[in-house]
């Protein structure tokens, strides 16, 4: 087994693999899967002691390569890591399971990509173990100006989940990402659970998990307390189903948050979020509840996700702003079906109670009582004038207006259509 650094890194394969005979085959797929990043080589030339993880990365590459399910255990101590890639695709299921503290680097410069630890491609994985993923936010966070930098650096993500479906993540700890915690993109059937989420109140944009294009995730039984929103949900979700998380402090759900990633792929034609449910109680959060299409985007088009059928349910717990619920759709595509039911949220300020405000342009019911209108509308323009042709024909077949009624119908009659 290979010893790096103080640690002794043990990678146990399940199901009798070899593991040198793995090693040697690993180092070349390893460099694959690495194309893109600044390559461990060159890092560990650097700081050989730094990147240990270099050898989980050989014993994940050993395992997915083997053609039977394996197990890669990052056993109790303390690691540091740079940029870390888990690629597939694997042959079989994958298992991780983290012992101990992973803790990221914090020279923004190696991370040429935005994100710290990924997995990618991969059909079948296992993440669990009681272990904590540190991303060492607290150094970097200063350096988190891209609303005032236009040439800003993106933060890294602290768990980048790309195209990987099928998986169980449950029991781990992500402490003081730099960016995201879990950044989930275009995956799907993925459950998330008995989680801890952590990060100083203060600390920008360290969302919870912020999910986009992906069908069937479910996050469940977490503790999720960061400095921005709990969960985000971005363009193209669908069945998401958000339940037993305790949300805070920091900020809440937010639903429809295009723009609010930098890189997120911008959205050419309509992209549909929807069967969505929440269950969450929230403590001490800002903005419990937001659908907002239009935040963030940096045009003043309207956003092009379109939200339906989003479930807010028995939501319970404190906000520490006023506004606890807001949702705002877009008027170019307007949000449709969204329930908000047991709901109860105490505002804890001293400014009144808890509000929810909507700004939803064209609901059903507003559709309807436009149309009402419309009719209503219709009707009396139509009755007018009927009646002023049937005055005007009864004037002048009566010359001189002999009748007193027909002459004052037909005088009012014109006024009013000339009004309406
Ligand atoms: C979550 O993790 C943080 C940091 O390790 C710890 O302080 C906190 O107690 C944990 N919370 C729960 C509910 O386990
Ligand atoms: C969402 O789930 C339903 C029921 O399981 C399924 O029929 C539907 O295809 C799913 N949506 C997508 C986009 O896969």
Known sequence: MAITGRFEVKAILVLGLTLFSCVANGAASQRRSLIDRRSLTDTNAAAPSSHPLESFIKAWRAGCDSGSPAKVVIPQGTFVAGPTVFQGPCKAPMTMEVQGVVKATTD????????????????GLTLNGKGTFDGQGAAVWKYNDCDTNKNC???PDSLKFHRVNNADMSDFTSLNSKYFHLHVVKCGNIRFHHMNIT??????NTDGIHISNSNAITVASSFIGTGDDCVSVGQGVTNLT??????????GISVGSLGKYPNEE???????TSSIVFHIIMDQVKNPIIIDQNYGSKSTEPSRVKISDVHFRNIKGTSTSIVAVNVECSSAVPCEGVELQDIDLAYTGSKGSALLRLRVPMLKLQQAAHRILELVHNFFFWL?????????FWATKNRRCQHKLACRASFWCTVLLIAT
């Open 384 to 392: 007018f004038f009927f009646l002023v042709t049937f005055s005007i």
């Open 199 to 204: 990060a100083p109140d203060e600390s920008p």
């Open 242 to 251: 958000v339940k037993e998380i305790i949300c805070g402090p920091g900020h």
């Open 153 to 155: 650096a993106n933060l």
């Open 108 to 123: 923004l410069s190696q991370y040429t990509s935005p994100e710290w630890i990924s997995f990618e491609i991969i059909d």
């Open 266 to 272: 911008d959205v050419s034609g309509i992209v549909v």
